[in-house]
């Protein structure tokens, strides 16, 4: 009985005070409000980030030719290496069981006209798989397919920003551009989400690009995509043994280091994973910072309150109240005020994250979200620092004599 | 009722050690109505936080009803206060945000009265001091001789053994003052044993019993006899 009693004394003080609530309740809801937003805003700053800089797939090596730094077999040192047809085939027979996909990439520069618009661009000629390690997204139209590279047909597949830069506003699917001095069909137009400079680049089938090369069969550098399935260890071995078999078909020492280099994606996606670490580190800094703000604020909250009510203390001591009883009403009072604010604070937070959405992409803000355990979290925190700073001055409250209290001022 | 006997306190202020109370002897039967006296440090309000509790004496003894009153610790004397005592104070002390009916109710609310019951009760105390018409006024809506009255009202609600009256009249006019002496008067008819601080000879005279302190001690002890507050109003 007398539990519920103390909640309904409670209940009438808060709504006889509103000020006072008000004033405890709004700094903590601002404190949780404040700091979902930031978090919020923090995450999706990493998700721009990630988008940014992890555009590609992670599960792809790329091996690219060099030059030999020791003599082997025979050979002198100094000898340029290069893939070609036989080492895609051998590759692909070899390392069924670990590989996904393998794709070439011959890298070239051509002037591409429509019309009477002209401009440079970079042309990657390459095979199907290309799309999936670029993650290329197509707009309109197909991407290089096996059939092309079969058939070496004439097909080309264009950037957004190269359709804007030359086709003037026409759709330039089924059109035919001049690449170089030859004419390709174009079939498709794709977007990339890693930025503008992705979005400039002019795909076409890699054994076309051979044929109009004297009818080569180099391949230039080799994008190799392993089984996701096979994990970061598997897919270190993979890279080891990947690199033993083509030092061996090239007849390269395995002690040379310069022969072929290859760039382990996963290596850079560690990086990354640092500098969005920090990204996270600057969040929650951020994030401590305004807790810690907010529990100030309600520390000197709790002190004005219960020096206002010393005197209110002090009558009630004298009614009868016990030390105790004025500890528990004023903590239950602040408690029950930080916890309805606090969650008023949280869910008006998250509420206008997801109001936002996307409509701060521009700013790279993509996404915004807190993880609502976090949330929860801090609001806990700040309850729990809400009672603390509100049990120091409420005991020190309890301990003076009524006589004291109720001394005019 | 009341019992003490040679009851001493000092306080140190600084180095020096202040001498207030130097052996107080004083004997209160069930039912009187007594004036304590004396001119500002002369010890009234000592010995009026002592009997009240709120503070402890050096030496003697002091019995409330039969209970000897020692060694309390701040919860002890907490319900022993709520038990035993009301409190009248010169300025009210009404909780201001509480109506007048809340404020009578409190009392009750320590002593873990259920809510109807205590509004019940509240009610009934404001009817005796003529106040039910005003039960939902706030303290802010009353004047000072309505607000002592609910004052009073709180400190019977309690049902305690003795009202403590510290210059239950200080802050009033005379006119509003007799209304309160009259009432105290009347509470004080029914049985109850009234103890009044105060420094104005005719509410001394209001009363039965006056003591006059002087430097810690007590220098007179008389029964008077009682004017009626009634032939004032």
């Known amino acids: 009985m007398f539990k519920r009693d103390s909640w309904q004394e409670i209940f009438e003080t808060i709504s006889k005070n509103k000020l006072r609530t008000f004033l405890s309740g709004f700094t903590v809801a601002l404190g949780i409000f404040i700091f979902v937003i930031l978090f919020g805003f923090g995450n999706g700053l990493k998700n721009s980030f990630q988008e940014f800089f992890m555009d590609d797939a992670t599960n792809i090596f790329r091996l690219f030719p060099g030059r030999t730094n020791l003599p082997y077999k025979g050979f002198k040192s100094g000898r340029d290496i290069e893939f070609d047809n036989a080492d895609l085939a051998a590759i692909k027979k070899n390392f069924a069981f670990q590989l996904q996909y393998i794709t070439p990439r011959i890298q070239r520069n051509f002037t591409v006209k429509y019309k009477n618009k002209s401009n440079n661009y970079g042309l990657r000629a390459v095979g199907p798989g290309h799309q999936r390690a670029e993650k290329t997204i197509m707009m309109k139209g197909r991407f290089i397919n096996n059939q092309d590279v079969t058939n070496k047909t004439k097909y080309a597949v264009i950037g957004r920003l190269v359709e804007e830069d030359i086709f003037n506003g026409e759709d330039a699917l089924g059109k035919f551009i001049d690449i170089g001095k030859r004419s390709f069909k174009v079939v498709g137009v794709f977007q990339d989400d890693g930025g503008d400079n992705e979005e400039r680049f002019v795909y076409i089938p890699y054994t076309t690009n051979q044929l109009i090369e004297k009818n080569t069969d180099k391949v230039g550098q080799l994008i190799v995509a392993f089984k996701p399935i096979i994990g970061y260890d598997g897919a270190m071995k993979f890279e080891e043994e990947l690199m033993a078999f083509m030092k061996k078909r090239h007849a390269i020492s395995p002690k040379d280091e310069g022969a072929i280099y290859l760039r382990n994606v996963a290596d850079d996606l560690e990086q990354n994973q640092q500098f969005g670490n920090l990204l996270q580190m600057v969040v929650t800094f951020v994030g401590i910072g305004t807790l810690i703000a907010g529990i100030i604020g309600i520390s000197n909250i709790m002190v004005y309150v219960v020096k206002e009510r010393t005197k209110e203390l002090g009558i009630r001591k004298a009614l009868g109240a016990t030390p105790r009883s004025v500890i528990a009403m004023i903590l239950q009072e602040s408690i029950f005020i930080t916890t309805a604010a606090g969650y008023i604070g949280l869910f008006s937070g998250i509420f206008l994250l997801n109001y936002i959405g996307d409509a701060l992409d521009d700013y790279f803000i993509k996404n915004p979200f807190i993880n609502m355990g976090t949330a929860l979290f801090a609001t806990i925190i700040l309850i729990i620092f809400g009672a603390i700073a509100g049990y120091v001055p409420a005991r020190r409250a309890a301990r003076i004599k009524p006589i004291v209290a109720l001394r005019d001022e | ?233």
């Not at chain 2, 873990?112 to 039960?135: P, T």
């Not at chain 2, 309690?158 to 002496?181: I, R």
């Not at chain 2, 104005?200 to 005279?205: F, G, K, R, S, Y």
């Open chain 2, 1 to 233: 009722m009341i019992e003490i006997k040679d009851l001493h306190k000092s306080y140190k202020i600084g180095k020096n050690l202040l001498h207030v109370l130097k052996g107080i002897n004083i004997d209160i039967k069930e039912g009187e109505l007594v004036a304590i006296m004396g001119s500002s440090g002369s010890g009234k309000s000592t010995l009026l936080n002592i009997l009240g509790m709120l503070d402890a004496a050096d030496k003697g003894s002091y019995t409330l009803d039969g209970v000897p009153i020692k060694n309390l610790d701040e919860t002890k004397a907490a319900k022993y206060r709520n038990k035993f005592l009301g409190f009248v104070f010169q300025s009210f002390n009404l909780i201001n945000y509480k109506t007048a009916v809340e404020n009578v109710a409190l009392p009750l609310y320590y002593q873990k009265v259920g809510r109807k019951e205590r509004y019940d009760k509240a009610m009934q105390y404001l009817e005796k001091v003529g106040l039910a018409d005003w039960s939902s006024h706030l303290p802010s809506e009353l004047s000072g001789g309505q607000k002592q009255r609910i004052a009073i009202a709180r400190a019977l609600a309690a049902q305690p053994k003795v009202l403590l009256a510290d210059e239950p009249t200080g802050a009033l006019d005379s006119t509003t003052s007799y209304e309160v002496m009259n009432l105290i008067q009347n509470i004080n008819d029914e049985g109850k044993t009234i103890l009044v601080v105060t420094h104005e000879d005719d509410i001394a005279q209001m009363c039965k019993r006056v003591v006059v302190l002087k430097d810690g001690v007590i220098i007179e002890d008389k029964k008077v006899n009682q004017v009626r507050a009634s032939e004032h109003v």
